[in-house]
């Protein structure tokens, strides 16, 4: 049984994105966080009117050493996620969804994709622990951790809302974060195009060759 909420419409125009309560029945809204207009879908992608910014984003990858989002992955067609490997259904689902879909493409547009997942739970997902959780879906994923407040800034400036994690009174941890995967374009480095998190395998076999080449899906 999913255990998974939405309490924000995550497409609505003007408003904010959803956040998805891992491992929790309930989920709320964490406040204030850039918002979005002016989007067209395609499919189960949105089109950005006025895409993203790369954050300026130095956190720690699994080999412990820093990793600059902006500096590493310019110019390369970019998938960023937010989640943790503590959660017990959307996030394993979505990084399993992409990985899936990025074994369908040519080798060569293999080596050019890069996917990155940010933690929400920098405390419990150490670099060793998000590692071994990130290679168990596709050893090429980029994993980073390190300071919360740093994440929850990086994340905010694209939409997406989360909340430091909490342990219920039953001792489940709950982690608050929005759900969405942001798509960057290696001709601008912005980010163009969001995927909910009703996106499956299909659709992002589908879109991944034109994100490949920074075109709209």
């Not at 017990?88 to 074994?103: E, R, W």
């Not at 997942?117 to 419990?124: G, L």
């Not at 090429?140 to 800034?153: E, N, P, R, W, Y």
Request: hydrophobic content about 35%.
């Amino acid at each position: 049984m999913r255990t998974t909420r939405v309490t924000v419409a995550a497409l609505a125009v003007a408003t904010a994105l959803a956040l998805t309560a891992c491992g929790s029945e309930t989920a709320k809204n964490t406040g204030s966080v850039t918002q979005i207009t002016g989007q067209k879908k395609a499919g189960s992608a949105t089109v950005l009117d006025r895409p993203f910014d790369k954050p300026e984003l130095v956190l720690t990858d699994t080999t412990g050493k820093p990793w600059n989002l902006r500096e590493q992955t310019k110019g390369r067609p970019t998938l960023i996620y937010f989640g943790y490997t503590n959660c017990p259904d959307v996030c394993p689902l979505t990084m399993s969804n992409i990985a899936v879909a990025k074994k369908a493409l040519p080798k060569a547009d293999q080596d050019k994709l890069q996917v990155v997942f940010v933690t929400t739970d920098p405390e419990r997902d150490t670099p060793d622990s998000l590692g071994a959780w990130l290679r168990a879906q596709d050893p090429s994923f980029t994993g980073l951790t390190g300071d919360f407040a740093t994440i929850q800034a990086a994340a905010r400036s694209l939409g997406i809302g989360i909340e430091a994690p909490k342990k219920e009174a039953d001792g489940t941890v709950v982690s608050m974060h929005g759900a969405q995967v942001i798509a960057f374009s290696p001709k601008t480095d912005e980010g163009y195009v969001l995927y909910g998190e009703g996106t499956t395998v299909d659709d992002y076999t589908k879109d991944l060759p034109k994100i490949i080449k920074g075109e709209n899906p």
